[in-house]
């Protein structure tokens, strides 16, 4: 599902719209929606299996893919006047105070750890959804030495594991982050931490990316420059896809970049970049990299 296909206008393009309307009970799907919207929490969380439950007596009536969570969400983001906003489906239940599941997912992680915990020297550990809501952070022990760097893909750090992870600090989301992981780095970062943060080249990472600024403003993004973008391109991608331009959004960190990917039309992924991302891991800090003073539109890859 697209990231913003949660609202009436995602319903239309994939024709849930017109099944929505030929529902055989369409009065009785219309008052599980509205006990549904009844009965989501004011303040406090729930858990969507819960919720459907109290709401409609069934805990899978709102799973992914069924016309009551579609109708639901529909209606949610209608009430919240963002029909136009990107949001994933993760996102807009998240919006809601529903969890969809707070021990799937989370944040795999190496070397960062809540409050207390105690996890071997280069070990690897997921935080679960319910950790990551009740999770404190230690600040960092030296003012020079308090970066944690913060993917996309679990391939970067499968790679820092096959040498010597030693003291690298990385978290990663493993996909689009929820609000739950969002608002859990914002809490690191006011720690002390700085956050350096990157993702694919891609509508999704871009988007990644924005929300990690958006969470943390301190956040300084990491080797996604026009120029990364250029050296990440593969010179013979099998089935990489097209960008969808109309989605590629700002790049505000580098102006140069949204238009850099506009012009080539094609994703690229962090695996092009791991050997620099892991000498960045090992040095402990992001290289800093500037913006070139003009835009590389035409660039050949190298």
């Given at each position: 599902?697209?990231?913003?296909?949660?609202?009436?206008?995602?319903?239309?393009?994939?024709?849930?719209?017109?099944?929505?309307?030929?529902?055989?009970?369409?009065?009785?799907?219309?008052?599980?929606?509205?006990?549904v919207l009844h009965h989501l929490p004011a303040s406090a969380r729930v858990d969507r299996r819960r919720l459907a439950h109290t709401a409609v007596g069934s805990p899978h009536a709102l799973d992914a893919g069924?016309?009551?969570?579609?109708?639901v969400l529909a209606e949610a983001a209608t009430a919240r006047a963002d029909t136009g906003a990107s949001t994933s489906v993760r996102e807009a239940w998240d919006r809601l105070g529903v969890d969809l599941d707070t021990l799937t997912?989370?944040?795999?992680?190496?070397?960062?750890?809540?409050?207390?915990?105690?996890?071997?020297?280069?070990?690897?550990?997921?935080?679960?959804?319910?950790?990551?809501?009740?999770?404190?952070?230690?600040?960092?022990?030296?003012?020079?030495?308090?970066?944690?760097?913060?993917?996309?893909?679990?391939?970067?750090?499968?790679?820092?594991?096959?040498?010597?992870?030693?003291?690298?600090?990385?978290?990663?989301?493993?996909?689009t982050p929820s609000r739950t992981e969002l608002d859990a780095v914002a809490r690191l970062a006011a720690t002390g931490w700085r956050i350096a943060v990157?993702?694919?080249?891609?509508?999704?990472?871009l988007a990644l990316v924005r929300a990690v600024i958006d969470a943390v403003p301190d956040a300084e993004v990491w080797r996604m420059t026009a120029a990364d973008y250029i050296t990440s391109l593969h010179p013979a991608p099998f089935d990489a896809g097209v960008l969808d331009r109309n989605r590629v959004g700002e790049t505000p960190w580098d102006p140069?970049?949204?238009?850099?990917?506009r012009a080539h039309g094609r994703p690229?992924?962090?695996?092009?970049?791991?050997?620099?991302?892991?000498?960045?891991?090992?040095?402990?800090?992001p290289p800093g990299s500037a913006p070139a003073s003009s835009c590389p539109v035409n660039a050949r890859m190298p």
């Open positions: 599902m697209r990231p913003d296909d949660t609202g009436w206008d995602g319903l239309r393009r994939r024709g849930s719209l017109a099944r929505l309307l030929q529902h055989p009970h369409p009065e009785q799907l219309l008052a599980a929606a509205f006990a069924t016309e009551l969570a579609a109708l997912g989370g944040l795999l992680t190496l070397g960062v750890h809540p409050a207390g915990w105690h996890i071997p020297p280069g070990r690897p550990s997921i935080l679960l959804p319910w950790v990551l809501h009740r999770a404190t952070w230690p600040a960092p022990r030296h003012s020079e030495d308090r970066w944690v760097f913060l993917t996309e893909n679990p391939s970067v750090t499968a790679a820092a594991l096959d040498g010597d992870p030693g003291d690298l600090r990385l978290l990663c989301t493993v996909g990157r993702a694919d080249f891609d509508c999704a990472g140069c970049l949204a238009d850099v990917m690229a992924y962090e695996e092009a970049l791991i050997d620099q991302l892991l000498a960045d891991l090992r040095q402990g800090r």
